[in-house]
């Protein structure tokens, strides 16, 4: 007998045609992805442009309407909206038409020219906090520039004003404030993207798996095929390896597609070891289709199915690292996502776009996968095999 | 019923009236230019061949589709103008009723009749006598996703009837429902027609049929009679006959009267064969026949299921191209299948109660018993989808419990759902049933090029499974149960909603393989097929309360009369003599 | 025409059964408690503690190449702060293998001619920071807060720089800058989200799939009667799902609740309208479950977590995606949260958020209507 035998041959074909047949499963499968990598990839951005900010500016003297017409100038600020009272600026930042507000005092250009301290009241959206943090920093690098333009003169273009980059991203304000060097290694100009596109590109694959898996045991329960199966000679290894194949292909190619689009679609430069991420790849799959089975096996239904891969899912991919690092978690939850294949293959992923991550790194982080593949397959197995009870 | 008398002039006028009526979908017309009148106080059964456009006619009656040409007026309103009043005047119960599973049965209940606005005291009669009239009383509480498939019916058919309809329409209300059951729905509805209710029952079972009081015929989406069903029967006079106990063996014997030219149609009852002739054929072919295997050709009436076939230009041929290809069957022993005191628990609840019977090789042995007698559990034990409590169950001589691969090898299965794959087209449900038991290369191949040309599956082979016609989606999922020639088949109520024609073409390739040595093991409703068993064992209860021929279960039901009853009324007889029974020790208690 | 009436007109009591059928599946089916009232919580629970945008305790090093006083005083202060959790090094190339691996998140180099710099009087860069650009957001803090600590360290030095511009920045609304404070309105939108959308788009598929729809299409029940029995136990459910994260939110996780209840139920009712009509559409338009879930996830889940102004400024979204949001009713649905939470009744706001909230509900269950007939064949 050849191997695989026939019967494992018959039921993998059985698997890739039940979710490929179909043109609309089909489509499901690839136009979804593909439209939410470039919306969201666009979308999700922590880089900050188009705001609006409110200027009360009760300064007469020259110092005041140099700052405002800075601020004007900045390529950051879409436009600028002038308030005459405190009130007024209340307002403003009630109904959300700004992020921030500047409030220049009446004494801002006689402190100045005193060689005195001026202070400018800088009020910011607490609703919007995170966004607001970072306009924070770019005010602050603004008026950076202004002190020190103030002690030396400008030549030429001010370079410390944020510039439009080459291709067409922010150069944040390198804060090269009073006395401090700083780099960013890895992604020098802090380019969002380039940390949003190889990490989504996880997620989907991570969903597209989880749902393709979780609903394949579920739909031939609850169509009866399941039955037709179980009477055959297929054990209930055979079985759950067998559900392995069409989500292992469907998720390696699409993680293949995703990596093309981030090299090639958005440029996000790719430095480590492909072959090294193409076997973190097939890991995580395992990985994930061990826990979508597990899924499948429990739910009776395809609605359960899809359910629990969403109360699955959505909770696994805010551990993951991807919104915010795990590290800025509390320490049970880090533990939780030690637990989570997502957590492990973003810093593999991520590693290995940006950082030319070394083998022993991603061996550090690919040998977590493999446990939780061994352990979630078990499980399904297990399962299924008590279907048979 | 509380519904008043219905005069004695309003039993005969028109309570639908169907005039030129078409109805197409696409290109294709599912009816054609169809007239046709249902009367109050009536039982109209509508018969036909799947695809003959019953579902649609019964959805057009309903209000729910409107008529491409012609009209349909329900007691007087158009249906497609005047559409609201409709559902107010009619009771409609669709093939899969609309019992929502994770209701009990009064929240079933309330809600159909809250949707037709019944006031509170209302409610509380309408329940009472609804339920007494079902016999759903105790269960009340009980989900109705946990009901068995007969009392899901009559739960349907209790919402149907919530607001007393003036007219009724029931979708195959028959389907899956086991004889005591089926008395229960008689019952229910000659009580309402003798109110007055118009009453259609679509149904592919003729029996059925027969117990109606006009029938309407329909053919690829036309009416080919319209009448009592003994008119349709009077023109089949002097052409039916009995072939009582032929030899060597009534499967060849019918196999071979089948190919006879003179002979429509045949079936076999029990240790007799029937056989049917066409219009104007001379008895003296079947005469010379039955004299060459050691009988006569006995006269008898003829049923309204002669009719149908012989309307529909008579039954398939007695020949299974698909045994006739098929190699003799080996078997070791002489036991097929074996089961010693197989018991199954659910918890509190036992399924099944030490059951034990053998089956020969080369025998059709039949399972039967009320909805939730336990038949199915012991057919799941025996086919390895449920592990037993207790007991063992052996298939070819190999224990399920410890040889479960090798043993489920040795068997066929075939599902009443037809349990196919949906998303994969005919020719790749194939491929899979083969390359599941096995079969690989040029065996693989050949095995089926040859299901798709016993079957006449090429038309179908790139549709999916879900837009076959019924018959061959039965076709289809027997050609995948017997790909890899197992010694041993099982049968889960294989024909049920399947029509007449269909269900003859089944029988004769079962029979074609029996004759080869295959083991059958089959579950039913529906006893006409019952008479094909070589032994019935009857379940009830959990126990199986008779295990016999199906002629001799009929002779121990007969108590002495001259005339054998049918196996429907045997099967009824068998289960109230354990009522009874069990009554008994009760009754005397109390005394 | 009194007749015509019963077959037609809205009967409340027919959509009260309708109602009362449906709470009780939702009741019974654990997959929809799971959903509905499992998930909000550990949504809440994961958007208190897990994702959060504070940056404390971020793992860097401080180089130390020079043994010097000011070099040491200047590491003291970075190991003080409360931002960041200091691990010392003494070669920069020990820590470049740690940043790689991304144990830390940046580090601090602190020169060997440090004391000659800050002696200098000349502006120059006096340390270097280096920080892990895979993660922007976080590089961006280490960057900032890194200067934070410089500038404090300075200006608690004897010889003052000199006086220039500063910024006094104070955040309104919620002035310790929590995160959690604006995640979690924004967390409940998604969960109502869920609720509304997912839920409804599966619930009538299943009808579709289980034949129900056509036992109940043959009774006097009439469409607006049947929609409407679906939609107000789930209209219901999101209420209560809202009242009960809103009291989680005020209790558990200390979120300020400065605008008044009747502002936030109205604003939920408000809410409910388009999310269920886009449950509704997407039932009628894919009646399986399975097409039915994604297009769920797909137009109604991913948008209110992306593309909502939740987690990301919609401001800052490339043109064609920003006039995109407008079509969410997410977006108007944050926004109103936060503000009802943080900042309170600011009516001219809420008014103008409910107002598109229901003009977009009113485009979808117009779309609905059209799409749905009582009969089979249409």
């Known amino acids: 007998m050849s191997w695989p035998s026939p019967r494992i041959r018959a039921q993998i074909v059985k698997e890739l045609l039940s979710v490929w047949r179909d043109p609309k499963s089909r489509f499901l499968l690839i136009g979804p992805p593909i439209f939410q990598l470039l919306i969201f990839s666009f979308a999700a951005t922590l880089e900050l442009r188009n705001v609006a900010v409110g200027v009360c500016n009760r300064d007469n003297g020259r110092w005041g309407h140099e700052l405002v017409s800075r601020l004007g100038a900045a390529a950051f600020v879409r436009h600028l909206r002038p308030a005459h009272s405190a009130a007024e600026i209340r307002d403003m930042l009630d109904r959300r038409l700004v992020l921030a507000a500047i409030d220049i005092p009446e004494t801002f250009s006689r402190d100045l020219v005193a060689l005195r301290p001026a202070s400018v009241q800088v009020i910011?959206?607490?609703?919007?906090?995170?966004?607001?943090?970072?306009?924070?920093?770019?005010?602050?690098?603004?008026?950076?520039?202004?002190?020190?333009?103030?002690?030396?003169?400008?030549?030429?273009n001010d370079s410390r004003l944020p510039l439009e980059g080459a291709g067409g991203e922010w150069l944040p304000p390198a804060a090269d404030r009073d006395g401090l060097a700083v780099r960013h290694w890895f992604n020098p100009n802090l380019i969002y993207r380039w940390f949003i596109v190889p990490s989504l590109g996880g997620v989907l694959v991570m969903f597209a798996t989880l749902l393709v898996t979780a609903l394949s045991i579920a739909r031939e329960r609850e169509l009866g095929t399941f039955d037709q199966l179980l009477?055959?000679?297929?054990?209930?290894?055979?079985?759950?390896l067998t559900k392995l194949v069409p989500a292992l292909l469907i998720g390696t190619v699409m993680g293949l597609v995703m990596a093309a689009a981030g090299v090639f679609g958005f440029g996000v430069p790719f430095t480590g070891s492909f072959p090294l991420l193409f076997c973190s790849l097939?890991?995580?799959?395992?990985?994930?289709?061990?826990?979508?089975?597990?899924?499948?096996?429990?739910c009776s239904t395809q609605q359960q199915a899809i359910l629990g891969t969403f109360a699955m899912g959505v909770p696994a991919v805010l551990m993951s690292g991807f919104a915010t690092p795990v590290e800025n978690m509390p320490q049970l939850l880090q533990g939780i996502a030690q637990i989570i294949p997502l957590t492990h293959y973003l810093i593999i992923l991520q590693g290995s776009f940006l950082k030319a991550l070394p083998a022993s790194e991603i061996l550090a982080h690919a040998w977590p996968m493999a446990a939780i593949a061994a352990v979630t397959l078990s499980a399904a197995t297990v399962f299924v095999r008590s279907k048979l009870q | 019923m509380s519904v008043t008398a219905a005069s004695p002039e309003a039993a005969h006028t028109a309570a639908i009236e169907i005039i030129g009526l078409t109805k197409r979908f696409g290109a294709v017309d599912a009816l054609r230019d169809l007239t046709a009148r249902i009367e109050a106080?009536?039982?109209?059964?509508?018969?036909?061949?799947?695809?003959?456009?019953?579902?649609?006619?019964?959805?057009?009656?309903?209000?729910?589709?409107?008529?491409?040409?012609?009209?349909?007026?329900?007691?007087?309103?158009?249906?497609?103008?005047?559409?609201?009043?409709?559902?107010?005047?009619?009771?409609?119960?669709?093939?899969?009723?609309?019992?929502?599973?994770?209701?009990?049965?009064?929240?079933?209940?309330?809600?159909?009749?809250?949707?037709?606005?019944?006031?509170?005291?209302?409610?509380?009669?309408?329940f009472d006598r609804l339920l007494t009239f079902t016999r759903l009383g105790p269960f009340t509480a009980r989900l109705a996703g946990r009901l068995s498939g007969g009392m899901k019916q009559k739960l349907g058919l209790a919402c149907a009837l919530m607001a007393e309809p003036r007219v009724l329409l029931l979708d195959e209300p028959g389907v899956g429902v086991d004889p005591v059951s089926r008395q229960d729905l008689w019952r229910m509805v000659n009580a309402l027609t003798a109110d007055g209710v118009a009453v259609v029952w679509a149904t592919a079972y003729l029996d059925e049929a027969e117990r109606c009081d006009t029938v309407i015929l329909l053919n690829a989406g036309q009416v080919q009679f319209s009448g009592p069903p003994d008119e349709l029967t009077a023109t089949l006079a002097d052409r039916s006959f009995r072939l009582p106990q032929p030899r060597p063996d009534r499967r060849l014997v019918l196999s071979r009267a089948l190919d006879l030219p003179s002979v429509c149609d045949g079936v076999i009852q029990g240790e007799a064969v029937r056989v049917v002739l066409r219009q104007g054929a001379d008895r003296q072919e079947i005469d010379t026949f039955a004299e060459s295997v050691g009988t006569a050709a006995v006269p008898v009436p003829p049923r309204f299921e002669d009719g149908f076939v012989d309307l529909l230009g008579g039954g398939p041929g007695g020949t299974s191209v698909l045994a006739e290809r098929m190699a003799p069957v080996s078997l070791a022993g002489e036991l097929a299948v074996e089961c010693r005191a197989l018991t199954r628990r659910f918890g509190e609840f036992t399924?099944?109660?030490?059951?034990?019977?053998q089956v020969a090789k080369g025998e059709i042995f039949g399972l039967l018993g009320p909805n939730g007698a336990g038949k199915s559990t012991t057919f799941k034990m025996l086919c390895g989808l449920l592990k037993p409590t207790a007991g063992e169950a052996l298939v070819t001589g190999l224990n399920l419990r410890t040889a479960a691969s090798a043993a489920k090898s040795r068997l066929g299965y075939m599902a009443q759902k037809f349990s196919l794959y949906g998303l994969l087209s005919v020719r790749q449900n194939l491929e899979f049933s083969a390359g599941v038991y096995g079969l690989d290369g040029a065996a693989k191949h050949t095995r089926i090029e040859e299901m798709i040309e016993i079957f006449h599956l090429q038309a179908y082979l790139k549709s999916s499974p879900d837009e076959l016609p019924l018959g061959y989606r039965q076709r289809l999922a027997l050609a995948c149960a017997v790909m890899h020639e197992p010694p041993v088949l099982f049968l889960d109520e294989p024909t049920s909603g399947v029509d007449p024609i269909t269900r003859r073409e089944f029988w004769t390739h079962i029979n074609g393989m029996v004759r080869k040595g295959v083991t059958v093991l089959v579950t039913t409703h529906f006893m006409d097929e019952a008479e094909y068993c070589d032994r019935v064992a009857l379940m009830y209860r959990a126990r199986v309360i008779a295990l016999d021929a199906p002629d001799a279960l009929k002779r121990e039901a007969s108590a002495g009369d001259s005339e054998l009853p049918t196996m429907e009324n045997t099967f009824i007889h068998l289960i109230e003599a354990i009522d009874a029974a069990d009554n008994a020790p009760a009754a005397q208690e109390v005394a | 025409m009194k007749l015509r009436l019963i077959g037609y007109g809205p009967n409340v009591g027919r959509v009260a059964a309708l109602a009362w059928k449906e709470s009780l599946q939702i009741v019974r089916d654990p997959s929809v408690i799971l959903v509905a009232f499992v998930l909000p919580v550990v949504l809440l629970l994961l958007f208190a503690y897990a994702v959060s945008l504070d940056i404390k305790q971020v793992r860097i090093s401080v180089v130390a190449e020079s043994d010097g006083v000011e070099a040491q005083s200047l590491a003291a202060a970075f190991a003080a702060t409360r931002y960041f959790a200091v691990s010392p090094a003494r070669d920069r190339r020990e820590v470049a293998g740690e940043l790689v691996a991304g144990r830390i998140r940046g580090f601090v180099v602190i020169p060997q001619d440090f004391e000659q710099r800050v002696a200098a009087s000349t502006p120059g860069p006096l340390v270097q920071v280096v920080t892990d650009g895979t993660q922007p957001n976080t590089a961006n803090f280490v960057a900032s807060y890194a200067g934070g600590v410089l500038a404090g360290w300075q200006d608690s030095r004897p010889s003052p720089r000199t006086a220039g511009v500063s910024l006094v920045p104070r955040f309104w609304f919620n002035p310790e800058i929590e995160s959690r404070r604006f995640l979690i309105p924004g967390a409940i939108a998604v969960v109502m989200t869920i609720i509304g959308t997912l839920l409804t788009a599966l619930v009538v598929a299943r009808e579709w799939e289980r034949g129900t729809m056509e036992a109940i299409l043959s009774t006097p029940a009439s469409v607006g009667e049947i929609i409407a029995g679906k939609l107000l136990p789930y209209f219901v459910l999101g209420l209560g799902a809202t009242a009960f994260s809103t009291i989680l939110a005020v209790t558990v996780f200390g979120v300020p609740l400065r605008g008044s209840w009747l502002s936030l139920t109205a604003l939920s009712a408000a809410f409910l309208f388009p999310a269920l009509a886009q449950g509704l559409l997407i039932s009628t338009l894919a009646r399986n479950q399975f097409i039915a879930s994604q297009l769920a996830l797909f137009s109604g889940f991913l948008p209110a977590f992306l593309l909502s102004g939740f987690l990301f400024e919609i401001d800052s979204m490339p043109a064609p995606i920003r006039a995109l949001t407008y079509l969410i009713p997410a977006r108007y649905f944050v926004s109103s949260l936060q503000t009802i939470f943080l900042a309170g009744d600011v009516w001219t706001l809420l008014l103008r958020n409910a107002a598109a909230m229901i003009v977009v509900g009113l485009v979808l269950f117009v779309l609905v209507r059209l799409k749905t007939h009582k009969r089979l064949d249409a």
């Open chain 1, 124 to 156: 910011l959206d607490g609703r919007r906090a995170n966004s607001a943090q970072i306009l924070l920093g770019y005010l602050n690098a603004l008026v950076g520039g202004l002190n020190a333009d103030r002690t030396s003169p400008p030549a030429g």
């Open chain 1, 231 to 240: 009477v055959s000679p297929c054990t209930p290894t055979e079985i759950v």
């Open chain 1, 282 to 298: 097939l890991l995580f799959i395992v990985s994930i289709v061990g826990i979508g089975l597990m899924i499948s096996s429990i």
């Open chain 2, 41 to 126: 106080g009536r039982l109209t059964g509508l018969v036909g061949p799947d695809g003959a456009g019953k579902t649609t006619l019964m959805r057009l009656m309903a209000g729910l589709m409107r008529p491409s040409a012609g009209t349909i007026r329900v007691l007087g309103h158009d249906t497609a103008r005047d559409a609201g009043r409709i559902p107010a005047l009619t009771g409609y119960m669709p093939q899969r009723f609309g019992l929502y599973e994770d209701l009990t049965v009064i929240e079933n209940l309330r809600l159909y009749a809250r949707l037709r606005a019944l006031g509170r005291t209302e409610l509380t009669a309408g």
């Open chain 2, 351 to 357: 399924a099944t109660d030490r059951v034990s019977f």
